[in-house]
């Protein structure tokens, strides 16, 4: 779901072509899927009935923010329909020179965008004035954005998406991996399930520790769910988390 139109800083190899610019962004995309995909089945006609009450509705939901404060400090209101329906969510963007994929969000399981917040809080009592300065400043129109760092991101989220999708629980589950330019070192910061965040994914995760040195340590092997979540998955088939949380 994106609104608006194509720009001329919007055009990316194998992203949306020259001949866009100036056409509504979702259909763009749209066709910019189909063509990638030739071999795709055929769409379900308008007439298809609505699913049924209790359906699972959507497996996954990706987060992708044109806003740079969005992806650097995730608003947890607007993930408020998604956590309520138990739908799982990816964050994923860039800001200027530094790219974000996760947390992958698996609601009452993993921590979320009000467990980030709340833990950015602890550490620093003034952030959520800080986040409200920044919301409330003027918005440049157009915002710097690294081509080749967006095309990383957007691979690697889509990577997770489909580990997901394929019933895996990837190393995105309860992190965030960061990298910027022009090292190119990618950190995976853990986002621990909060106490004071209602999601409650804290009272699931009672009894897991940090590692004996008290730090979390950047390596896929490390940044893993809770062996609940991952028992979880193992037995909910893809598309069903939302119906069962």
Do not use: N
């Not at 800083?9 to 194998?14: E, L, Y």
């Amino acid at each position: 779901m994106d609104g608006g139109r194509v720009e001329p800083w919007d055009v990316a190899p194998g992203g949306l072509p020259p001949e866009a610019v100036g056409d509504r962004r979702d259909e763009s995309a749209r066709r910019a899927v189909r063509r990638a995909a030739p071999d795709r089945p055929p769409r379900r006609s308008a007439a298809h009935p609505p699913p049924e009450e209790g359906d699972p509705g959507f497996s996954l939901v990706i987060v992708a923010p044109r806003d740079d404060i969005a992806v650097h400090a995730p608003d947890p209101a607007a993930a408020e329909p998604l956590m309520s329906s138990g739908t799982p969510h990816l964050y994923a963007g860039v800001v200027e020179g530094t790219g974000v994929v996760g947390p992958l969000v698996l609601p009452g399981e993993t921590g979320c965008a009000g467990c980030l917040h709340e833990s950015r809080t602890d550490r620093d009592p003034t952030w959520p004035r800080l986040v409200a300065q920044w919301r409330s400043g003027k918005q440049r129109q157009v915002r710097p954005c690294d081509l080749a760092l967006a095309t990383t991101v957007a691979g690697l989220a889509a990577a997770h998406a489909l580990a997901f999708l394929d019933g895996r629980v990837p190393s995105t589950a309860g992190a965030r991996w960061e990298v910027s330019l022009p090292a190119l070192h990618w950190h995976a910061r853990p986002v621990w399930a909060h106490p004071a965040c209602p999601c409650a994914a804290a009272e699931r995760g009672k009894g897991e520790h940090l590692s004996e040195d008290g730090e979390s340590h950047e390596t896929m092997a490390v940044q893993r769910p809770s062996e609940q979540c991952r028992e979880a998955a193992a037995k909910r088939p893809a598309g069903t988390w939302r119906a069962h949380v």
